[in-house]
């Protein structure tokens, strides 16, 4: 059986190798992950407390209104209850607009690099897709991506803070681009890594929900809340929308045990906050460790830093996992000489600059 042709295109999503493996190929008994961007803190200890105490009856459909979540959501964001759309993942999120909104003849206009499932699922619903490469430094070229809308565009996908670069768009580029962009556009802004962000970085996007019905703010639980292991991410737009994309989605799309955890995890901020401090402690040493040996990195308001290597990607990230640290190679996020470095706890980050020093080093003595 042949799938649709695109799918000829295609190919599944291909994970990193799990710890377990690596470890038994190398011999190692300890692997730190810092390739997808996850919490090294782990999670809220309350959803702990909570989930310990009793669990959901997994025997009963989940809430597909995901309610108390929704409440939760809208009481801290002020907006409306339906406002909102759930997702398992924001991954969900995004297959849902694609589903909803594209078809052949349709295009999106997205940056490059960016997260690759914009891209993936605009293909397999038949719609062309419009890259605008990100400048020097990683920031979206919102000019040239407004020029590349036409009558046809449906969706335009902004990644602020981008992954893989780390750019935040500007709050003013931000406003400027939403006063310019076509009503018949759907902006999709995806702030996967909000709560990593600058407060004096944030844009401010919900606030300007009402003047923007084509506007659709995207958030996880999956990156500084550390739930990624439940799948739940969500979608704030006009009721419009939501309306939609409730059609497409699945009646049961998250599960009881990912919304429960989603609604203490939102209650303890304090955990967000610690966070956020911790990171931002491991960003900056871990900056003036790579301008020591002058490996250059993109600016970041994220948990990752993508940091130009003297080598190709791959040849830093296969030294690396050979002395058990996984990072993403740029080679295979279309940034070639790169690594994309998730920044995990300040005890194993002085760990790896160890390594990276070393493997500096010695590269200076090959020249
Ligand atoms: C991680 C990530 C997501 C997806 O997260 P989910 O786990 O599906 O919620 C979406 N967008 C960007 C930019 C990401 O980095």
Same mark, same amino acid.
């Given at each position: 059986m042949e799938g649709k042709p695109i799918l000829n295109q295609l @190919?599944?999503?291909?994970? =990193?190798?799990?710890?377990?493996?690596?470890? /038994?190929?190398? =011999?190692?008994n300890h692997i730190v992950k810092l390739a997808s961007n996850e919490n090294p803190y782990g999670y809220s200890e309350q959803v702990k407390d909570v989930l310990s105490d009793g669990l959901p009856e997994f025997n009963i459909y989940p809430d597909g209104y995901t309610g108390e979540v929704r409440m939760a959501l809208s009481d801290k964001l002020n907006i409306q209850p339906n406002q909102l759309i759930f997702g398992s993942g924001t991954e969900e999120v995004i297959q849902l607009l694609c589903r909803s909104f594209l078809q052949p003849g349709s295009n999106v206009v997205m940056a490059a690099p960016t997260f690759p499932q914009y891209k993936h699922y605009a293909l397999?619903?038949?719609?062309?897709?419009? /890259?605008?490469?990100? *400048? /020097?430094?990683?920031?979206h070229d919102l000019d040239r991506m407004l020029e590349a809308i036409d009558e046809s565009t449906k969706i335009?996908?902004?990644?602020s803070p981008n992954n893989p670069t780390g750019a935040v768009i500007p709050k003013d580029d931000f406003l400027s681009f939403m006063s310019k962009c076509p009503k018949h556009v759907l902006v999709a802004f995806d702030e996967a890594y909000y709560e990593y962000m600058d407060k004096e970085a944030d844009p401010d996007a919900l606030s300007h929900m *009402?003047?923007?019905?084509?506007?659709?703010?995207m958030r996880t639980f999956s990156k500084a809340y550390g739930l990624a292991g439940l799948r739940i991410g969500y979608g704030i737009s006009s009721s419009d929308i939501i309306t939609?994309? *409730?059609?497409?989605? =699945?009646?049961?799309?998250?599960?009881?045990?990912?919304?429960k955890a989603a609604v203490i995890a939102l209650g303890d901020q304090a955990f967000i906050e610690n966070t956020y401090e911790k990171n931002k402690t491991v960003k900056a040493s871990f900056e003036t460790f790579l301008d020591?040996?002058?490996?250059?990195?993109? *600016?970041?308001?994220?948990?990752?830093?993508?940091?130009?290597?003297?080598? @190709? =990607?791959?040849?830093?990230?296969?030294?690396?996992?050979e002395n058990g640290f996984i990072v993403r190679p740029g080679e295979l996020l279309g940034i070639p000489n790169t690594v994309r470095i998730s920044l995990g706890t300040e005890e194993d980050m002085k760990e790896l600059q160890q390594l990276l020093l070393k493997f500096h080093e010695e590269k200076a003595k090959v020249q």
């Open positions: @190919s599944p999503y291909k994970q =990193g190798k799990q710890t377990k493996e690596i470890q /038994e190929e190398f =011999g190692l397999i619903e038949g719609a062309t897709v419009r /890259e605008i490469p990100t *400048d /020097e430094h990683g920031y335009v996908w902004l990644c *009402d003047n923007y019905e084509n506007l659709i703010t939609t994309l *409730d059609k497409v989605r =699945g009646p049961f799309n998250t599960t009881s045990i990912a919304q020591r040996i002058k490996w250059p990195y993109y *600016d970041s308001e994220t948990n990752f830093l993508l940091v130009s290597t003297p080598v @190709s =990607g791959m040849e830093v990230f296969q030294y690396l996992i």
